[in-house]
């Protein structure tokens, strides 16, 4: 696609929507950056917060990856935040560019018949020019409040050209519901060739979003055109199937609970729990998850992926049924990279009750 189609509709983004969510029309019109970010907000929330700016990006392409679709973008180096446990308690520690960084390249991995992003699939991106490798590594499961849920890194270059990035997968590593089952189950790759200069990368747009920083909320994410469509960024559904169990907030994550009843998963009642981010509704992956149902022993919630449900926790639970009480516990917070704005939330989580 056109580098400049492309940021037109990643730039197109109304400023209606969802409540404290930041429209951001014209937003690639601004000035561009060299790649040097600004300070982090001094007093930033134990919560989701609007960062201190935003980015365009640049998409090399899409190929496929066994039966998932892969979309490869990438803007400037930047900085990010990975989860690290410190004695006790889980805690983010940033990640900040090198001198060698050339780009940070990421990658989003989705089912094209359902459009439901696909975690849990152990990515990996080798970079190649001219048959010689550049770069190889796995890449971290991230969120973004302009991406959603993604893979990335920073990545070294070797200057301008044309780059062949190789994405592969794992077996998805998540239980397979309806037109899941039986799917992504081995590993596959697929390549994406793309041509690179340091000019277009330094045309990328780049705008401080200096009044609202640090406030309780989140930018708009962006729209990702392609020919055949749009790049999912992994909402969560709105509403769950099935008899709703309720909803509670830990850690700043949305927790949504739905008792399913549907041979697909098995014999007994099968109790959903849906985290999503607040204001974007992204899917959260990498949590460790129990859930207590009726006062009784705690019973361990899987990743699963359905045709319906997309990504989500879940069990089945004899005599389930919408009257039980269900407190779900995060054993783990999710283990996955953030962008700023991510990077302070979803690390205190304690057991949430479903009302």
């Known amino acids: 696609m056109e580098r400049r189609r492309f940021l037109a509709a990643a730039g197109a983004v109304g400023v209606g929507g969802l409540a404290g969510c930041l429209g951001d029309a014209g937003l690639f019109e601004t ?3 060299t790649g040097r970010e600004p300070p ?3 007093d930033r929330p134990d919560a989701v917060y609007v960062p201190t700016h935003v980015e365009g990006m640049e998409m090399a392409g899409t190929a496929d990856v066994g039966g998932l679709k892969a979309a490869v973008t990438y803007s400037y180096p930047h900085r990010f935040w990975v989860v690290e446990k410190d004695g006790g308690e889980f805690v983010t520690k940033r990640v900040s560019p090198t001198g060698d960084d050339g780009v940070h390249l990421m990658t989003t991995v989705w089912d094209p018949e ?3 992003v696909v975690p849990n699939t152990g990515l990996s991106v080798e970079i190649a ?3 010689e490798l550049v770069s190889q590594e796995v890449v971290y499961p991230m969120l973004s409040q302009r991406m959603g849920f993604h893979y990335g890194a920073n990545f070294p270059l070797s200057g301008d050209g044309t780059y062949d990035v190789t994405v592969s997968v794992g077996g998805v590593q998540a239980n397979r519901f309806g ?3 039986g799917r992504f189950t081995s590993a596959a790759s697929g ?12 045309d990328v747009g780049y705008r401080l979003l200096e009044e609202r920083q640090g406030e309780r909320a989140a930018v708009r994410p962006m729209e990702m055109q392609m020919e055949m469509g ?8 709105e509403t769950l199937p099935g008899t709703p169990l309720g909803r509670g907030t830990s850690g700043d994550a949305v927790f949504l609970g739905s008792v399913v009843d549907d041979e697909r998963f098995g014999s007994d009642p099968y109790l959903v729990v849906s985290p999503r981010t607040p204001y974007n509704r992204f899917v959260v992956p990498g949590m460790s998850l129990t859930a207590a149902v009726d006062d009784r022993s705690a019973t361990p919630l899987a990743a699963g992926l359905d045709s319906e449900l997309g990504f989500h926790y879940g069990a089945p639970v004899g005599d389930l049924s919408a009257e039980s009480s269900v407190e779900v516990r995060v054993e783990t917070p999710p283990q996955v990279a953030r962008h700023e704005g991510y990077e302070t ?3 205190e989580m304690p057991p949430v009750e479903l009302a």
């Open 179 to 181: 037109s899941f089952e």
């Open 31 to 33: 000035e561009t950056t």
């Open 191 to 202: 390549t994406v060739a793309f041509e690179f200069s340091e000019r277009a990368l330094g």
């Open 230 to 237: 749009s790049v999912p960024v992994g909402r969560a559904p």
């Open 129 to 131: 020019r001219d048959g």
């Open 114 to 116: 359902t459009g439901h």
């Open 40 to 42: 982090l907000v001094a």
């Open 345 to 347: 939330a979803f690390l």
